[in-house]
Structures are given as C-alpha cells and as structure tokens.
C-alpha cells in the first residue's frame, strides 16, 4: 500500500503535469485535499508532508477534526450539502464553504459568521448537468444568487464549484468555464473554479479548474 505523502507527492505530479499540458503554470491549480471520513491521523500524515487545505463533507465531523487540528495553521473547506440548521457549525469552523445553492443559507452563514474573524470565502454550486436529483443553483438563478452573496459583508464571493454527471464531466467543465469568466467579469472578488476530483483532475484542469477537490487518490477508498 502507498502512503498518503507518496499519493500526494504523486497527486500534485499529475496537476503538474495537466497545466503544463494546457499551457497553464501549476501554482494557477491548487489542491484542495479531501478529507472526509478518514481519521485525523490521515490528515496528520499529509500536512507534514505539506498540504494545507482540507475538504470536508459532513459539519459534526468539520467541527471535530477543526477542533483536534486547531494548533495546525489548516484551511478547512466545507464542500458537503448544507442542511440551513447546520450552518451555525460551518460559520464556526469552516475558512471557504464550496455548496452554497440558495440564499436562506448564504443569509444564514453570513448572519452567524463571527464580525472578529476573517470573512467566509465562498463558491456557489451550480447544477450544471441540470439534474433534478442534484444540489446546486440553477444556471438560470446563478447570476442573482451571485448578487446576493455578494452584497453579504461577512461572505466573499470566490467563485462556483460543481459535481459533474458521474462519467460525463467534460461538458459540464466547459459550460463552468464559460460562467466563470462571465462572473469574473462583474465580481472582482472571483478567483475560484472549483471542479475536478480524482477520476477528472486533468479534464478539469484543461478547462481552467483552478482549484481540485482530490479524495481517493490521497487518501484511499472510502468505505
Ligand atoms: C468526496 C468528494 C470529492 C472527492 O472525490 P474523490 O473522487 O474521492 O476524489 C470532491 N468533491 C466533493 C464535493 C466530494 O463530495
């Protein structure tokens, strides 16, 4: 079995490689690394071998490690769906929120984020593929919910995230590139193109993802 510092050592190998094939430099692709159901000793294990963003999925255990980790100068991302009576805890614990689709949560967030800390810094997730059984705005609703986070002055409106339709990822990467540079255009805050996992980094990468949500690859098979 591999270690998780040689999966990451490898991980960050293959973002290397993937900018360099799109023509993009690697410090333009950061690695957010997935941590969700694996111990804090996994965790341990890939912060001394560098990496400091961490992606969680589910908010009892975002608060937990947070709090066990909290002497490590760790950037915790909240990428799970957001249930609107949990987000007293990712206000808490969370730096970045990837997931938020509506704005009764965003409202929420930035109502309970506190006014001594640095503000949220957030993506808005967007249902790409369109389907029903999927969480995330609508293409059609982005551009208002975009304005309302904007307008939010404990939340700061980084960019858009998506899960594409399992097998399918590359239309959908495309159709997120094409947002992404028309949000840019009208929010200056916008830095963030958060897509790719670790079966689609490369094709994410090609399509202008700047950050990647990579689990599997670093951390093994969930079960
Ligand atoms: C689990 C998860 C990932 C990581 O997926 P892997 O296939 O394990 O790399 C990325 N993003 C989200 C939103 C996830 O839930």
Redesign the pocket.
């Known amino acids: 079995m591999s270690s998780i510092a040689d999966n990451l050592a490898n991980v960050l190998t293959s973002i290397e490689q993937a900018s360099c094939d799109s023509q993009r430099t690697a410090n333009s692709v950061q690695l957010l690394a ?1 941590s ?1 159901t694996k111990p804090v000793d996994d965790i341990n294990a890939a912060y001394l071998a560098g990496q400091r963003q961490f ?1 969680e ?1 589910y908010v009892q255990e975002l608060a937990s490690k947070a709090k066990a980790l909290s002497e490590f100068d760790i950037i915790w991302h909240f ?2 769906p957001i249930q609107s009576n949990k987000t007293r805890l990712i206000a808490e614990y969370a730096d970045w929120v ?2 938020i689709d509506r704005e009764k949560t965003a409202k929420r967030l930035n109502e309970q984020r506190a006014v001594n800390i640095t503000p949220l810094q957030v993506c808005l997730q967007v249902n790409i593929s369109g389907e029903p059984s999927k969480s995330g705005v609508t293409v059609e609703q982005l551009d208002s919910l975009a304005a309302f986070v904007d307008a939010c002055p404990h939340l700061v409106l980084r960019g858009i ?1 998506c ?1 594409p339709e399992k097998g399918n990822s590359e239309p959908s990467f495309v159709k997120m590139q094409s947002l992404f540079k028309q949000l840019q255009q009208k929010y200056p805050t916008i830095d963030t193109l958060s897509m790719g ?3 689609d980094m490369a094709t994410a990468i090609a399509c202008g993802s700047t950050m990647v ?5 670093i951390f093994g098979r ?1 079960d």
């Open positions: 997935v969700k992606g999925n990428i799970g990837h997931s995230m899960i996992m670790s079966g949500r990579v689990g599997t690859a969930r």
